[in-house]
């Protein structure tokens, strides 16, 4: 027997051809992206038609596989993220950040919750999709942690940026031994 709500989750969007997809070059891999951003606005215009066309960036870096940016006007995206993760991130990602650009748009939008109710709601009613906050995309290459802090219990990795603020004087503590980390350099052999 089919779950009632289970059985409404169908993707709205069209379902991109993973074999396709997987031998796009980088201009046609970024025109697929601008294509699905223009079908999930389409989607979302024919419940608000004024909302807003978002601009396109792909310009995101780290962990991040999207934002939708309401003081740029628009969405980034993580290009190596996308790079490496095609269908998914077309499947997933775009219509995450549409969620947000459409519920900023709505009358009391500046006011919701970023995952809070009405984007679950947009997320399952309009896209078919089961809203989940967060990716579980591989971000290792997409946001290197070259440097390398130790304590008693094992070793982390720290971003350009954090081992900056550790080199001026930040501390940081190991959230399981409680001993403060230890720049440790990576010994090139």
């Known amino acids: 027997m089919n779950h009632p709500v289970l059985s409404l989750l169908r993707p709205a969007l069209p379902d991109p051809v993973s ?3 997987e031998q796009l070059d980088e201009a046609a891999l970024h025109q697929a992206l601008l294509e699905r951003v223009e079908a999930a606005w ?8 004024d909302l807003p066309r978002p601009a396109v960036w792909c310009d995101l870096r780290g962990k ?3 934002q939708a940016h309401y003081g740029r006007g628009g969405l980034r995206f993580n290009p190596v993220l996308y790079h490496e993760n095609r269908h998914a991130y077309l499947v997933e990602v775009v219509p995450h950040e549409m969620a947000h650009w459409l519920v900023h748009h709505l009358s009391d939008g500046h006011r919701a919750r970023p995952h809070g109710r009405e984007w679950r709601t947009v997320m399952r009613r309009l896209f078919g999709l089961e809203p989940r906050v967060t990716h579980s995309f591989d971000t290792t290459r997409a946001s290197p942690s070259p440097h390398r802090y130790v304590c008693c ?3 982390h990795t720290f ?7 550790a080199r001026r004087g930040r501390s940081y503590r190991c959230r399981h031994c409680a001993q403060t980390l230890v720049y440790q350099p990576f010994v090139e052999r």
């Open 64 to 66: 991040c596989a999207g």
């Open 19 to 21: 074999t396709r997809l």
């Open 159 to 165: 971003t350009a940026r954090r081992h900056s603020l």
């Open 153 to 155: 219990c094992r070793e």
């Open 42 to 49: 389409q989607l979302c215009r024919q419940y608000h038609p």
